[in-house]
């Protein structure tokens, strides 16, 4: 992995520090390539001609993406984005009254919105099993709720987006399995962080978006339906003409791949886009970019824990690339718009983003600073400097 080349090939890096990542990271020049040039085509021949002139790009797109997710091409739906992937996976669960939805403490603000809206709505229980001591679920704890509970899904978010905790999914996974219930994985941060392989998860549905680790544009995400899935025939809750054919006045057939999950609309630019960022970070190499990016936020953890009146908040026996601090007197909104105004880049969350874990901690936001492979521990250095003299303030 040449830094210096991966630099020069993302124009983002010439005018920020970018530690933004678990946001939406840099895109490189053939991610930026591939967009532009569909739309001047779009522009050239129309959107539809050239929707027909890509359609080998796009499934080329796809397969890559599958590469990415250790999966065929053929159990792999392109969407909007992260968490319409994931509503569209929930969407399909045959949801009676009584029916309990087993997760995390953790799990991302959105889903946990969805299932309290489930349970509003439909009467599922929502049980949310404990963490272990050290930080992360406990997995003995899972396997009890599993056991006794029979829950009609289990839904865990694997890099939860308000620490630089990593949940051990692939544990999970083999409880679903072998009690032949439903698994719903949320990646949306740890798709192009580290690699990814959901057959060893055993997830039924893997969500995940463009946009974050895996370098590619914003409004694109993906979905891995397993031949589960399909083969018990569920399907998303709302189908339009691409996910299904209406063959009679009151009969439609669902498509007999992840298809069933599309939506006829789509910004195909930004899936070629998608396609190009899952092909440039294979060549790269997920387990050499995993390797990196933690040993950076590793640095950054012990360099940002030095300082008086930071907490470094992350727990958990295994840490990704997203580091999160709290700061005594300031807001993680304030610390956000100070960096900005010194060519730095990170992201705010207040209590309402995590609010059981929030709690627990007992602060009311984070700042969150995620360092990528293409980061410098220069820039991590500046970072803490100017932290130091933010806090002179």
């Known amino acids: 992995m040449n830094i210096n080349t991966l630099r020069a090939d993302t124009p983002g890096c010439e005018q920020r520090i970018h530690l933004n990542n678990a946001g939406a990271g840099l895109m490189p020049r053939p991610v ?5 040039n569909h739309l001047l085509l779009e522009a050239d021949i129309g959107g539809y001609e050239a929707e027909a002139e890509a359609a080998d790009a796009i499934e080329e797109s796809r397969a890559g993406l599958a590469q990415v997710l250790g999966a065929p091409s053929d159990r792999v739906a392109f969407t909007e984005h992260a968490t319409a992937s994931f509503m569209a996976a929930l969407s399909a669960v045959d949801f009676q009254t009584g029916d309990v939805i087993a997760t995390t403490r953790a799990d991302y603000v959105s889903n946990q919105i969805a ?37 009609k ?26 009690r032949d219930i439903l698994y719903l994985v949320d990646g949306c941060q740890s798709v192009g962080q580290m690699p990814v392989d959901v057959e060893k998860i055993g997830c039924d549905f893997f ?11 914003r409004g ?15 399907e998303p809750l709302f189908l339009d ?4 054919d209406w063959i009679a006045d009151s009969i439609y057939q669902p498509a007999p791949d992840a298809r069933r999950f599309e939506t006829w609309e789509f910004a195909w630019a930004l899936v070629l886009g998608t396609g190009e960022a899952a092909k440039y970070a294979t060549e790269i190499g ?7 990016a933690r040993s950076l936020a590793t640095v950054l953890r012990e360099k940002l824990a030095e300082l008086d009146g930071v907490r470094v908040l992350d727990m958990g026996p295994e840490l990704g690339a997203t580091v999160t601090i709290s700061v005594t007197g300031w807001s993680s909104v304030d610390l956000t718009r100070q960096l900005r105004l010194r060519g730095i880049n990170t992201s705010s969350q207040t209590r309402i983003d995590a609010v059981i874990d ?8 984070a700042l969150r600073i995620s360092p990528h492979y293409y980061n410098l521990e220069s820039e991590l250095d500046l970072l803490t400097a100017a932290l130091y003299e933010i806090l002179r303030l």
């Open 115 to 151: 299932y309290l809206s489930l349970s509003h709505r439909f009467g599922v229980e929502v049980v949310r099993v404990p963490d272990a001591p050290e930080g992360g679920l406990d997995l003995a704890a899972m396997e009890e709720v599993i056991h006794r509970r029979r829950p």
């Open 241 to 244: 003409m691409r996910g299904a």
């Open 207 to 217: 969500s995940g978006t463009s946009r974050k680790y895996l370098r590619g544009p």
């Open 286 to 292: 997920l387990q050499s970019i995993c390797d990196r």
């Open 32 to 36: 930026l390539d591939a967009i532009t």
């Open 220 to 234: 694109a995400g993906f979905l891995f339906v397993s031949d589960r899935v399909l083969d018990t025939g569920l």
């Open 153 to 178: 899904l289990v839904a865990v978010t694997q890099a939860p987006s308000n620490s630089g905790l990593i949940q051990d999914v692939a544990s999970v996974g083999k409880m679903c399995r072998t």
């Open 358 to 365: 929030y709690d627990t901690k007992g602060v009311d936001g």
